[in-house]
Each structure stands twice: as structure tokens, then as C-alpha cells.
């Protein structure tokens, strides 16, 4: 079974960078989109960015023009670069894998929190 496994997390004040990485541990799917997912306390959980086989890739209107999405598909793992966090920012951020061939396939990580104090 794969599992996608998350690093990075941690507490940064405003201002500051983190860099969010997760590892495949297994062959994925070979047409897929990876990407983050992010639920802070009481919100529904929503899209952060995610990268598409063929590197295209797709980010949340808040994140726009702050966050960076890059893959290595030799070693199936999925990067989000944070600059200029606002404490707004602040939730658990989830890795995401889905079969874009068939959207019911994915896979979720379990999740790394940020914190992002004013």
C-alpha cells in the first residue's frame, strides 16, 4: 500500500518561510495530479495547490503569488514552498495524490500542522 509521507511543518512568525515536502512511498499513479490540502480549526478543509502530470499546476486564491508548488517525479514527491505566511495560513496541511484517470483513486497523508504567529 503506498502512503504519503509529510514533512516540514512547524512554527514560523508572519513574514517568514516554511517548506512542506511529501514522499510516496510507492509507485503512484501514472497520470496524476499531487498537491496540498489545508483545514484550520472550524473551516472546511480547502485546495492549497496542487501540480499536474505535464506541469501544469493550480493554487488556492490566497495562496497566489506567496506559495510554490514543484514535484519530482523520479522520486515521486511533492514540494509546497510558503514565503510571506500570515496567520491566517495557519492549519494542518495534508498531501494529496489522485488518478486523474479516475478521480475516485487518491490517497491522503496524514497531515503536518503550521503555525504562523503575528
Known amino acids: 500500500q503506498v502512503r504519503l509521507v509529510e514533512s516540514g511543518g512547524g512554527l514560523v512568525q508572519a513574514g517568514g518561510s516554511l517548506r512542506l515536502s511529501c514522499a510516496a512511498s510507492?509507485?503512484?499513479?501514472?497520470?496524476?495530479?499531487m498537491g496540498w490540502y489545508r483545514q484550520a480549526p472550524g473551516k472546511q478543509r480547502e485546495m492549497v495547490a496542487l501540480?499536474?502530470?505535464?506541469?501544469?499546476?493550480t493554487y488556492g486564491e490566497s495562496v497566489k503569488g506567496r506559495f510554490i508548488i514543484s514535484r519530482d517525479d523520479v522520486d515521486n514527491t511533492v514540494y509546497l514552498q510558503m514565503n510571506n505566511l500570515r496567520p491566517e495560513d495557519t492549519a494542518v496541511y495534508y498531501c494529496?495524490?489522485?488518478?486523474?484517470?479516475?478521480?475516485?483513486?487518491?490517497?491522503w497523508g496524514q497531515g503536518t500542522e503550521v503555525t504562523v504567529s503575528s
Open positions: 494529496y495524490v489522485t488518478n486523474l484517470l479516475n478521480r475516485d483513486e487518491e490517497l
Open positions: 510507492g509507485t503512484i499513479f501514472n497520470r496524476n495530479a
Open positions: 501540480s499536474f502530470s505535464g506541469r501544469a499546476s
